[in-house]
C-alpha cells in the first residue's frame, strides 16, 4: 500500500499539470485553427479562470499551505472546468460574465443605436454583432430596420 498511498498523496502533482496546462494548451490551439467561436469562449474563459486562481494562490499561499484539501479541490474545479464533458468555463461564461459584460457597456459602438435596434444587437452573440454593425455602418439603420422587419414577417409564416 505504500506504492498506492504515495501516488494518491500526490495525486494532485502527478495529474494536474496534464489536466491544468497540457490538455488546455492542446485543446486552445486546436480552438484557435477551428472556425467555431464556441471553443474559444470555453478555452479563454478558461484561461482567465486559471490566472484568477493562480493570483488567489500567490495572494493567499500562507493561508492556503494550512488547507491540506486545497490541492485536491483545485485541481477537481480545473477539471470541472476543462473537461468535455461538463465545459465548465464555458458554463461559467454564458451564466455569470456574459450577465455582467453585456451590463457593463460591452455593446462597444451599438450605444448611438435606437432602442429597438439596441435591443436585437443585445441578443446576438458578438462576432454577430460586430457583422451587423457592420452592415448597419454601410447600408445605414434603415436598412437594418427592413432586415428586422422581414425576419419577423417570416417568423410569423412559421
Same mark, same amino acid.
Given at each position: 500500500?505504500?506504492?498506492?498511498?504515495?501516488?494518491? *498523496?500526490? +495525486?494532485?502533482? =502527478?495529474?494536474?499539470?496534464?489536466?491544468?496546462? &497540457?490538455?488546455?494548451?492542446?485543446?486552445? @490551439?486546436?480552438? /484557435?485553427?477551428?472556425?467555431?467561436?464556441?471553443?474559444?469562449?470555453?478555452?479563454?474563459?478558461?484561461?482567465?479562470?486559471?490566472?484568477?486562481?493562480?493570483?488567489?494562490?500567490?495572494?493567499?499561499? *500562507?493561508? +492556503?499551505?494550512? =488547507?491540506?484539501?486545497?490541492?485536491?479541490?483545485? &485541481?477537481?474545479?480545473?477539471?470541472?472546468? @476543462?473537461?468535455? /464533458?461538463?465545459?465548465?468555463?464555458?458554463?461559467?461564461?454564458?451564466?455569470?460574465?456574459?450577465?455582467?459584460?453585456?451590463?457593463?457597456?460591452?455593446?462597444?459602438?451599438?450605444?448611438?443605436?435606437?432602442?429597438?435596434?439596441?435591443?436585437?444587437?443585445?441578443?446576438?452573440?458578438?462576432?454577430?454583432?460586430?457583422?451587423?454593425?457592420?452592415?448597419?455602418?454601410?447600408?445605414?439603420?434603415?436598412?437594418?430596420?427592413?432586415?428586422?422587419?422581414?425576419?419577423?414577417?417570416?417568423?410569423?409564416?412559421?
Amino acid at each position: 500500500m505504500g506504492v498506492l498511498g504515495a501516488i494518491a *498523496k500526490h +495525486l494532485d502533482t =502527478i495529474i494536474g499539470p496534464g489536466v491544468m496546462l &497540457l490538455y488546455p494548451l492542446y485543446a486552445s @490551439v486546436r480552438a /484557435i485553427e477551428s472556425p467555431s467561436t464556441l471553443d474559444d469562449q470555453q478555452w479563454l474563459t478558461y484561461w482567465v479562470l486559471y490566472s484568477f486562481i493562480t493570483l488567489f494562490e500567490l495572494s493567499c499561499w *500562507k493561508v +492556503l499551505a494550512w =488547507i491540506p484539501i486545497w490541492p485536491y479541490v483545485k &485541481l477537481l474545479f480545473c477539471m470541472w472546468l @476543462v473537461l468535455p /464533458i461538463f465545459n465548465g468555463a464555458a458554463y461559467i461564461y454564458e451564466n455569470i460574465v456574459r450577465k455582467y459584460v453585456k451590463m457593463g457597456g460591452y455593446m462597444g459602438s451599438s450605444s448611438n443605436y435606437p432602442d429597438a435596434q439596441k435591443k436585437v444587437l443585445q441578443m446576438m452573440s458578438f462576432d454577430a454583432r460586430k457583422s451587423v454593425e457592420r452592415y448597419i455602418d454601410t447600408h445605414g439603420p434603415d436598412a437594418f430596420d427592413r432586415v428586422i422587419k422581414a425576419a419577423e414577417r417570416e417568423a410569423k409564416k412559421h
